[in-house]
């Protein structure tokens, strides 16, 4: 059965809650020149972040919001859960001490890092930061990291729908407005256009791992296999089989009142690729293409988007 993700919904719940009593402009703050939400990040948390220490054997899960970290997140749990002959789901597996922190690597409060010590190897985080502003040790000590990325137009489809959605980031009266602010490096976390291009600097380093929303939908076995190898887990078929078909869209969704409480309703979407074609004028369109082409196209990472096939088609 599947295990109730305890820490993690308390903590949206709570989120949620604080975002009721507070103005739109309250919602995010700035820290080192970009937008974070107040009601789960904070100046301290960030600060304590510097001085977190990584292990050569974390798992670490990095993605800009809406890429699908949710879903990546399962898969590397579950894999984790299988390298400790855990059972992925239940009670007994990896979740059960991972999820005494929240497993956002900057979510939550000052004090996690100190107990995040204390947690055994493998120990698993996800991160939405871009390179520069992750903990030096990360890169130091030669973790490795999964990075996710999804094309711009669905990242953008999928985060206006979230932003209407959840009360700790800012509502949309309408789609002009959102795409306004998403080109305009008003988002939280950042313009993504930015993020993969500092992402991009990275791309060629041993302990890095690119894979697309898009590829992982296309083929999710041979996904989960090569993220398998990649991170030394050893998988039979049959397990190779489980962890595939519990990280169907249509199994995270079933199983989301346990795994993210209400906020579930909101995260599991639509699931899809393309879905940008319902919202995009043709001017907007062309916008994104040309600032594509200014910040990636040519690139390793802009390259293994395939933009063309998924942005332009
Ligand atoms: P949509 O809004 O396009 O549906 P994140 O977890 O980074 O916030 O990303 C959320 C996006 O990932 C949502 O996209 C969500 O539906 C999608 N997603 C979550 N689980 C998925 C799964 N198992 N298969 C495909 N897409 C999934």
Request: net charge neutral; with cysteine.
């Amino acid at each position: 059965m599947e295990k109730s993700r305890k820490q993690f919904v308390d903590l949206v719940d709570k989120a949620v809650e604080a975002a009721k009593s507070m103005r739109r402009d309250e919602l995010l703050f700035s820290y080192k020149g970009i937008l974070y939400p107040t009601t789960v990040c904070s100046p301290e948390t960030f600060k304590a972040l510097e001085s977190f220490e990584a292990r050569s054997d974390d798992v670490i899960l990095a993605g800009y919001p809406k890429s699908g970290t949710n879903w990546l997140s399962q898969i590397l749990t579950d894999l984790i859960a299988i390298s400790q002959k855990k059972t992925p789901g239940s009670e007994s597996s990896v979740h059960a001490e991972v999820s005494e922190e929240f497993p956002y690597l900057e979510v939550g409060d000052a004090e996690k890092y100190e107990r995040m010590t204390k947690l055994p190897s493998r120990r698993f985080m996800v991160t939405h930061l871009r390179p520069e502003n992750l903990p030096k040790s990360i890169f130091k000590n030669n973790a490795k990291i999964l990075l996710l990325i999804r094309n711009p137009k669905d990242v953008a489809t999928s985060f206006y729908h979230f932003c209407n959605g959840l009360a700790t980031l800012p509502s949309y009266e309408t789609w002009d407005e959102f795409f306004t602010d998403f080109m305009t490096k008003k988002m939280a976390w950042g313009c993504y256009l930015e993020y993969l291009s500092e992402w991009n600097k990275y791309a060629d380093k041993e302990n890095i791992m690119t894979i697309t929303y898009e590829e992982v939908k296309e083929n999710r076995a041979l996904s989960v296999k090569n993220i398998a190898t990649f991170f030394g887990i050893p998988l039979t078929e049959e397990q190779l089989q489980l962890v595939v078909e519990r990280s169907s869209f249509q199994s995270m969704k079933k199983n989301s009142d346990k795994t993210h409480g209400s906020f579930g309703n909101i995260l599991f979407r639509k699931g899809g690729v393309s879905d940008w074609k319902n919202l995009f004028t043709e001017d907007q369109s062309e916008k994104m293409d040309k600032a594509f082409e200014e910040h990636i196209a040519g690139t390793k990472l802009g390259k293994k988007l395939k933009y063309d096939l998924y942005c332009k088609a």
